[in-house]
């Protein structure tokens, strides 16, 4: 690729001071993301992938290396607002409306009314809750939920999507529905998606390269890119190709000792 | 659903009604017999049972002596007049509302403060906690006198003392409040870059208001107690502690029974509808029907 890549790390290291001494949850972390990718980050709990998207989000600040989020640091890219972040949870704020927590970080980057309306029922639109917009969290099953803070990640058109095992509490059938959406979505928007996960087919289905990660220290042991075309029914999930590559990201994981001491 | 919780409701004020029978019975019953003896009366037992609920100056006046009490200075004088309990109560009532509303603002001003400066939450805390520990009894004729020096009476001391009663459920409450919000939501405002003030007003602030409620139901009963309290040590005029006390003064135990009732009324009054705001509220921010604070 000859652009320059839209995330890239260089020998990323980052070490919490917990009380029972240093916990390396990255060590020598080197990575590329290019504009229009849809990467993966698959590895066990404490391998670090969250605390990479995290790095990203400028939600922590590594100990060593450097990483660069649309040519400028995490910071300055927080506050060009170039990124949308989505959380395990919905963490929908309760007390709004759908339309209203979609809306609430325009608020506060100060859209006109009338565009944050515009904006919220666009971006609802794309996540299919068109017409949900009045109804509250409480209202709407998970799957919604979840889908409502796509929505608001997507509403001030960030050209990065974050999103830290947004699907991992749902149920699997829930599941598959979202990722062929969200694959949908991507095919629509053209945005970068660093997406967190711990399950294989998902990683396997969503992604164009997957990042392979294995804990204590947290690291990358491979990067798989992948040859699935992009057009992507679910069941070509029983494609020869598919199972090949899941075949490669678990032994990936084993190299990784990820199967150890679980 | 109120058919069914009338039952329950009507058996536990028999109950309780049924042994303030028999404790005025016992406490009255010496001093009658005593009162007959002298007067060389012999009383049959139903007698004497009739003249235990029917004294002037009881020990333990009977429900309905109290009721009757409460009757005729409720109903059957003019809210202006001197001997109307109406008259008395407006009195506490209004500095116990002036106290609670200031105390509120106070308490919510200091948790605001605590929460977004650490040095504040260093050095007011431990303040805010001893002030507490100082028995409102010491501290209420000392206001009061301090207040009346400098030419201030009435509802303005009273309502002081009411507000430093009420400021500390509501500044201890609104602490936790204000710092409720998950770590999810926080990260949340974080990645918008949102201002202090952002933070506060979009997410802290509602997150904080089933807390605020809460406290605001203990503050408004304990400004209660402030204000009467506050009418106690100089001999106040007017109000219910000022009841009270010309109610022991002269032995009229069914006067102080009556303001103690009066008290206990408007304290159950002001906390359901503190409890009816909050619910009220909570379902304007869209709160499932049974999930009210």
Same mark, same amino acid.
């Given at each position: 690729?000859?652009?320059?890549?839209?995330?890239?790390?260089?020998?990323?290291?980052?070490?919490?001071?917990?009380?029972?001494?240093?916990?390396?949850?990255?060590?020598?972390?080197?990575?590329?993301?290019?504009?229009?990718?849809?990467?993966?980050?698959?590895?066990?709990?404490?391998?670090?992938?969250?605390?990479?998207?995290?790095?990203?989000?400028?939600?922590?600040?590594?100990?060593?290396?450097?990483?660069?989020?649309?040519?400028?640091?995490?910071?300055?890219?927080?506050?060009?607002?170039?990124?949308?972040?989505?959380?395990?949870?919905?963490?929908?704020?309760?007390?709004?409306?759908?339309?209203?927590?979609?809306?609430?970080?325009?608020?506060?980057?100060?859209?006109?009314?009338?565009?944050?309306?515009?904006?919220?029922?666009?971006?609802?639109?794309?996540?299919?809750?068109?017409?949900?917009?009045?109804?509250?969290?409480?209202?709407?099953?998970?799957?919604?939920?979840?889908?409502?803070?796509?929505?608001?990640?997507?509403?001030?058109?960030?050209?990065?999507?974050?999103?830290?095992?947004?699907?991992?509490?749902?149920?699997?059938?829930?599941?598959?529905?979202?990722?062929?959406?969200?694959?949908?979505?991507?095919?629509?928007?053209?945005?970068?998606?660093?997406?967190?996960?711990?399950?294989?087919?998902?990683?396997?289905?969503?992604?164009?390269?997957?990042?392979?990660?294995?804990?204590?220290?947290?690291?990358?042991?491979?990067?798989?890119?992948?040859?699935?075309?992009?057009?992507?029914?679910?069941?070509?999930?029983?494609?020869?190709?598919?199972?090949?590559?899941?075949?490669?990201?678990?032994?990936?994981?084993?190299?990784?000792?990820?199967?150890?001491?679980? | 659903?109120?058919?069914?919780?009338?039952?329950?409701?009507?058996?536990?004020?028999?109950?309780?009604?049924?042994?303030?029978?028999?404790?005025?019975?016992?406490?009255?019953?010496?001093?009658?017999?005593?009162?007959?003896?002298?007067?060389?009366?012999?009383?049959?037992?139903?007698?004497?049972?009739?003249?235990?609920?029917?004294?002037?100056?009881?020990?333990?006046?009977?429900?309905?002596?109290?009721?009757?009490?409460?009757?005729?200075?409720?109903?059957? $004088?003019? @809210?202006? =007049?001197?001997?109307? !309990?109406?008259?008395?109560?407006?009195?506490?009532?209004?500095?116990? +509302? *002036? &106290?609670?509303?200031?105390?509120?603002?106070?308490?919510?001003?200091?948790?605001?403060?605590?929460?977004?400066?650490?040095?504040?939450?260093?050095?007011?805390?431990?303040?805010?906690?001893?002030?507490?520990?100082?028995?409102?009894?010491?501290?209420?004729?000392?206001?009061?006198?301090?207040?009346?020096?400098?030419?201030?009476?009435?509802?303005?001391?009273?309502?002081?003392?009411?507000?430093?009663?009420?400021?500390?459920?509501?500044?201890?409450?609104?602490?936790?409040?204000?710092?409720?919000?998950?770590?999810?939501?926080?990260?949340?405002?974080?990645?918008?870059?949102?201002?202090?003030?952002?933070?506060?007003?979009?997410? $802290?602030? @509602?997150? =904080?208001?089933?807390? !605020?409620?809460?406290?605001?139901?203990?503050?408004?009963?304990?400004? +209660? *107690? &402030?204000?009467?309290?506050?009418?106690?040590?100089?001999?106040?005029?007017?109000?219910?502690?000022?009841?009270?006390?010309?109610?022991?003064?002269?032995?009229?135990?069914?006067?102080?029974?009556?303001?103690?009732?009066?008290?206990?009324?408007?304290?159950?009054?002001?906390?359901?509808?503190?409890?009816?705001?909050?619910?009220?509220?909570?379902?304007?921010?869209?709160?499932?029907?049974?999930?009210?604070?």
């Amino acid at each position: 690729m000859t652009s320059p890549p839209v995330i890239s790390a260089n020998s990323l290291d980052l070490t919490f001071q917990t009380n029972d001494g240093p916990v390396h949850a990255l060590s020598a972390v080197d990575l590329d993301i290019h504009k229009g990718e849809f990467v993966s980050f698959i590895g066990p709990s404490g391998c670090g992938k969250t605390t990479f998207l995290r790095v990203i989000a400028d939600l922590e600040t590594p100990t060593g290396g450097t990483v660069t989020v649309g040519g400028t640091t995490p910071h300055q890219a927080r506050l060009n607002r170039a990124y949308g972040y989505v959380f395990q949870q919905p963490a929908l704020y309760p007390w709004r409306t759908i339309e209203a927590n979609v809306t609430l970080p325009l608020e506060i980057m100060g859209f006109a009314r009338a565009e944050q309306r515009e904006r919220a029922e666009k971006a609802l639109e794309l996540v299919d809750l068109a017409g949900f917009g009045k109804k509250f969290p409480w209202q709407l099953s998970g799957g919604m939920q979840q889908r409502a803070s796509i929505a608001r990640a997507l509403a001030f058109d960030a050209d990065i999507l974050l999103m830290d095992e947004p699907f991992g509490a749902l149920d699997e059938i829930v599941r598959d529905h979202l990722n062929e959406q969200l694959l949908q979505l991507w095919a629509r928007t053209t945005k970068t998606i660093c997406f967190v996960t711990h399950s294989i087919p998902e990683a396997v289905y969503l992604s164009t390269k997957i990042v392979v990660m294995s804990p204590r220290p947290g690291r990358v042991t491979d990067v798989i890119e992948s040859t699935l075309p992009k057009e992507r029914p679910l069941d070509i999930r029983e494609s020869p190709e598919f199972l090949g590559i899941a075949h490669r990201v678990r032994e990936g994981l084993r190299a990784g000792h990820a199967y150890e001491e679980v | 659903m109120i058919a069914r919780s009338i039952l329950p409701v009507l058996t536990v004020l028999g109950i309780i009604l049924a042994f303030w029978y028999v404790g005025t019975v016992g406490m009255n019953w010496r001093v009658e017999a005593e009162r007959f003896e002298r007067m060389g009366l012999e009383k049959t037992t139903t007698e004497m049972l009739a003249a235990t609920m029917a004294m002037d100056r009881p020990i333990l006046p009977a429900p309905h002596q109290v009721w009757a009490e409460i009757q005729s200075s409720v109903f059957e $004088r003019s @809210p202006t =007049s001197r001997r109307s !309990l109406v008259f008395h109560a407006w009195v506490t009532l209004s500095s116990t +509302l *002036v &106290g609670f509303l200031m105390g509120t603002l106070l308490g919510i001003l200091l948790a605001v403060g605590i929460v977004h400066s650490k040095v504040l939450d260093k050095s007011l805390l431990p303040w805010i906690i001893a002030s507490q520990t100082i028995p409102i009894l010491a501290i209420a004729p000392m206001i009061i006198i301090v207040f009346s020096t400098l030419g201030v009476t009435g509802l303005i001391p009273k309502a002081f003392i009411s507000i430093y009663l009420a400021f500390f459920p509501v500044a201890i409450g609104m602490v936790k409040g204000l710092r409720s919000p998950e770590a999810m939501h926080l990260d949340l405002m974080h990645t918008y870059n949102a201002s202090e003030s952002q933070t506060f007003w979009k997410l $802290r602030l @509602p997150s =904080s208001l089933p807390y !605020l409620f809460a406290s605001m139901k203990i503050a408004v009963a304990i400004s +209660l *107690v &402030g204000a009467i309290v506050g009418e106690l040590p100089t001999g106040a005029t007017a109000g219910l502690g000022a009841r009270l006390l010309s109610g022991s003064y002269y032995g009229q135990t069914t006067q102080i029974w009556s303001a103690l009732f009066m008290a206990a009324f408007m304290s159950a009054l002001l906390v359901y509808a503190i409890g009816w705001l909050g619910g009220f509220v909570n379902k304007r921010m869209g709160a499932r029907d049974e999930a009210r604070a």
